[in-house]
């Protein structure tokens, strides 16, 4: 999942066990099953194994969207900004506008709208282990319920008029 969920990133196995919080020896196991199977693509360099995501194997894409929708930032940004005050979170720039279809780079972050009278401090506590979890920076924003149906700033104009997700409604 990591592989094809972060595919421009090649990782060394040790280093992915410590991300991932699983013993060497077991990723080490799945490693040599997914190698096989043409699912990853690894090369020695020193003592250090490294891995990546077999982008060309006809697996990946199917693969990745289906990673995507049950393991991805929609569903991470969904689980971890709940709470009290909150009426609505959207996912909007870069990330938003890849999920859409647009054409371009990988995004390096996820930028996420919190729509309500919330807890500063909770919001940034939910970007931080959301970026744990996905393993991207998530840049938070707030806004108030009028600012968002009301739009007179340009930040909730640009987001409104470009492709962004909408989440969670809480109404």
Known sequence: MWLYLHPDTEFGVSDLAERLDVPL??????????????LIVSRS???????????????????????????GPRVVIADE???PGMKQV???????????GQAGPPPHDIDVLVIGK??????????????????????PVLRSVKQWAQPEDALVKQIKAS????LVTIF
Not at 25 to 38: I, K, M, N, P
Not at 57 to 68: F, G, K, R, S, V
Not at 118 to 139: K, P, T
């Open 25 to 38: 020896s077991t990723l080490h196991r799945e490693v040599v099953r997914l190698d096989e199977a043409g």
């Open 45 to 71: 360099l020193g003592r250090n194994r490294l891995i990546r995501a077999a982008l060309n194997n006809p697996a990946a894409n199917p693969l990745t969207q289906l990673l995507e929708v049950t393991f």
């Open 81 to 83: 900004f709940v709470f």
């Open 90 to 100: 959207v996912i909007f720039g870069s990330w938003a506008a890849r999920y859409a």
């Open 118 to 139: 919330v807890n500063r401090a909770d919001v940034y506590e939910a970007a931080d282990r959301a970026a744990v979890r996905l393993g991207i920076e998530v840049n």
């Open 163 to 166: 492709a962004h997700l909408e």
